[in-house]
């Protein structure tokens, strides 16, 4: 252990993850601390850190409010009706009336902005989305954390929080060890700010053995967003709201430009549009949310899924007709250069030319996030102004931890932020935190020598793992003494996949798949005391694969309380196959005990704040 060098660091403000939420996180810290101390710790390298380096080519959440294109009310409409009615409305109005800020910010940082000629304005590619050169986009936001902040510390993974010892629900700070050294790294708080992204490869991917590692969203995002506040008892909400995309297959190239620009529309293997077909089906399940428009993601979802199952795939884009006009066969292919090149070289590989084949589509393995079209994550406190008494406990986007704060895919309850919706949520978090520490609701915190040393110990057991159990191998990887961070990944993945409604079950799943998941997820716990781990990176795998499996215990016990089929296209309770508005129309929340390791839930109203205010108005 004494390898293994220990620098402590105490700040005001520790933002623990640089990509979107924590970049604008950072930078906005420093406009209302002056004095603080402002620290930015991330896994990666913020400079090109986060979903965001997946690439990407438009800022899909801009209201446009300066031209009247649209306004945050509209946007909590749509979110609403995608979510099948279940989101938090204060939140993403809160979001939506300051992101069009942030958005102009981007533009005076010299982020390129494609603008519509005709009139002057940023170019629209959907009703939210504006067009980018995407390239540039994280550096230059990183600068503006890199100006804010006293220190970024990069390839450094948190793994824990750290928590006060005279108030047992107040953050102290966070722990984590530097990847490339291997030092060990003690960053004692006033508040945190947590900030880590979204979580894949919980769920079997599609992509296995050669293609392991292509997902969707970044295979780096790994869930410590939901488990470092899931392990301090902090309350999540709406865990079971996984996504599930519909994507140019084996490339995940993304479809919604070419159904926008280029108008291309699906059909099934025989030329059809299946779509419509499922009309009758749908509204048996969800009744009058099939006739919403526009028509929920899940429920498209949910036909293609069905055709398929049916025998009618495979489902494809049709391109042929649009790719002769060479100006829209352009736009076709530089879509995936700005965001997927891997697609076009997939197209490549399978000798797909989109002017003469219709490519393939197919549906992703599910995803657990909070800030894309769905809405996982923690449960935050709201804005005063507008949150009703259950949400609201001071400050905003503080968790129900105190001094604790999220910002992104981290915050349940608001979808359809994306990039824009997320640096505009780390900006508000952070304006929170500066105010709790003003309202010295940060003082006296004790976080003991002790309590770090003994974290200190358990960080790096991986590496113990390895280096005694190392000696009873005879031939190959497999121990008997020890699991290897991959083989763990795998087994976590297939009991996602087989009992929680991933692909292998196409979606479905039913309460008794989701107890014995659960079984089998409370041995792969136990099991990840002996994951090995043979160096640095090792490491951070392993601490991967346990922020992941804790991820997955929550979304879990989520999945099995909710008692319908909220989003079908998304899962499917096979015993209770109905949305069922008279018991669900709720939010759900989740705390596990920090003890016990006991997950106990609870159902929470959800209020429509935006249309009880029209009412209002109108009375
Ligand atoms: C394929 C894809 C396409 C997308 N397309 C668009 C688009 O066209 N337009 C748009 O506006 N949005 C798009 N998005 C969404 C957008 O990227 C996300 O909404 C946004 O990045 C979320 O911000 P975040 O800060 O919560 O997470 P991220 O930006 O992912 O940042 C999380 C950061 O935390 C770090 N981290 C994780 N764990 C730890 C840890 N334990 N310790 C320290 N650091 C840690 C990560 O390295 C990362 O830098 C897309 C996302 C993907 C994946």
């Given at each position: 252990?004494?390898?293994?060098?220990?620098?402590?660091?105490?700040?005001?403000?520790?933002?623990?993850?640089?990509?979107?939420?924590?970049?604008?996180?950072?930078?906005?810290?420093?406009?209302?601390?002056?004095?603080?101390?402002?620290?930015?710790?991330?896994?990666?390298?913020?400079?090109?850190?986060?979903?965001?380096?997946?690439?990407?080519?438009?800022?899909?959440?801009?209201?446009?409010?300066?031209?009247?294109?649209?306004?945050?009310?509209?946007?909590?409409?749509?979110?609403?009706?995608?979510?099948?009615?279940?989101?938090?409305?204060?939140?993403?109005?809160?979001?939506?009336?300051?992101?069009?800020?942030?958005?102009?910010?981007?533009?005076?940082w010299g982020l390129p902005m494609m603008k519509n000629e005709k009139t002057g304005r940023y170019l629209r590619e959907g009703k939210w989305q504006i067009m980018i050169h995407g390239e540039s986009y994280k550096p230059i936001v990183a600068e503006a954390a890199k100006k804010s902040a006293d220190k970024i510390y990069n390839r450094i993974m948190i793994t824990h929080l750290l928590m006060d010892e005279t108030n047992e629900n107040r953050v102290g700070g966070a722990v984590g060890f530097n990847m490339r050294t291997g030092d060990y790294y003690v960053f004692r708080a006033k508040t945190v700010i947590v900030a880590a992204g979204g979580a894949s490869h919980i769920f079997k991917p599609r992509a296995v053995g050669e293609g392991m590692g292509r997902t969707w969203y970044a295979p780096w995002s790994n869930g410590s967003a939901y488990a470092l506040p899931i392990a301090v008892g902090a309350k999540m909400t709406q865990m079971e709201n996984r996504i599930v995309l519909c994507r140019f297959k084996d490339g995940y190239g993304p479809v919604g430009a070419y159904f926008l620009h280029l108008k291309t529309y699906t059909q099934n293997a025989n030329g059809e549009n299946y779509e419509k077909k499922w009309y009758d089906q749908t509204k048996e399940l969800v009744g009058e949310y099939i006739d919403h428009h526009p028509t929920p993601t899940c429920l498209r979802n949910h036909a293609f899924i069905q055709e398929t199952i049916a025998g009618r795939g495979p489902i494809q884009?049709?391109?042929?007709?649009?790719?002769?006009?060479?100006?829209?066969?352009?736009?076709?292919?530089?879509?995936?250069?700005?965001?997927?090149?891997?697609?076009?070289?997939?197209?490549?590989?399978?000798?797909?030319?989109?002017?003469?084949?219709?490519?393939?589509?197919?549906?992703?393995?599910?995803?657990?996030?909070?800030?894309?079209?769905?809405?996982s994550g923690a449960w935050v406190s709201g804005p005063e102004d507008l949150s009703p008494p259950e949400y609201f406990w001071g400050y905003n986007r503080m968790l129900t931890v105190e001094g604790l704060f999220g910002a992104g895919d981290t915050v349940g309850g608001s979808a359809h932020k994306f990039s824009s919706g997320s640096f505009t949520e780390g900006r508000l978090a952070a304006k929170a935190a500066v105010k709790y520490i003003e309202d010295?609701?940060?003082?006296?915190?004790?976080?003991?020598?002790?309590?770090?040393?003994?974290?200190?110990?358990?960080?790096?057991?991986?590496?113990?793992?390895?280096?005694?159990?190392?000696?009873?191998?005879?031939?190959?990887?497999v121990s008997p003494s020890y699991i290897s961070p991959i083989q763990g990944l795998q087994r976590l993945q297939r009991i996602m996949d087989e009992y929680v409604g991933g692909i292998a079950t196409n979606y479905m799943t039913n309460g008794n798949m989701l107890k014995k998941g659960l079984e089998l997820l409370s041995w792969l716990e136990e099991d990840l005391d002996n994951v090995g781990a043979e160096d640095y990176h090792q490491l951070m795998r392993a601490w991967e694969l346990k922020h992941r499996a804790l991820t997955s215990q929550c979304v879990t016990e989520h999945t099995l309380f909710r008692e319908e089929t909220r989003w079908p296209g998304y899962y499917y309770r096979g015993d209770h196959m109905k949305l069922d508005d008279e018991n669900w129309h709720c939010l759900t929340v989740s705390r596990r005990d920090p003890k016990t390791g006991k997950?106990?839930?609870?159902?929470?109203?959800?209020?429509?704040?935006?249309?009880?205010?029209?009412?209002?108005?109108?009375?």
């Open positions: 252990m004494a390898k293994h060098k220990t620098h402590f660091e105490d700040c005001d403000v520790l933002v623990v993850g640089g990509g979107m939420a924590g970049t604008g996180a950072t930078f906005e810290a420093r406009h209302w601390g002056r004095d603080l101390k402002i620290i930015c710790v991330e896994k990666a390298n913020i400079d090109r850190s986060g979903a965001v380096a997946q690439g990407l080519y438009a800022i899909n959440c801009y209201m446009g409010m300066q031209w009247g294109e649209n306004q945050p009310e509209d946007h909590v409409r749509y979110a609403r009706n995608d979510l099948m009615g279940m989101v938090r409305e204060d939140l993403g109005y809160d979001m939506a009336r300051h992101v069009d800020s942030t958005v102009h910010m981007f533009d005076e884009m049709v391109t042929t007709e649009a790719f002769q006009d060479p100006h829209l066969e352009t736009v076709g292919w530089e879509n995936f250069l700005g965001m997927t090149v891997g697609q076009a070289v997939v197209w490549a590989s399978q000798n797909i030319d989109p002017k003469y084949t219709n490519p393939e589509l197919t549906t992703s393995e599910p995803y657990v996030m909070g800030s894309h079209a769905t809405c010295k609701k940060a003082e006296n915190i004790n976080v003991s020598d002790k309590q770090c040393e003994d974290f200190k110990k358990v960080i790096y057991k991986p590496l113990e793992n390895y280096t005694v159990g190392r000696n009873e191998i005879t031939g190959g990887t997950f106990t839930l609870e159902k929470v109203p959800v209020y429509h704040i935006v249309d009880e205010k029209e009412k209002k108005k109108a009375s």
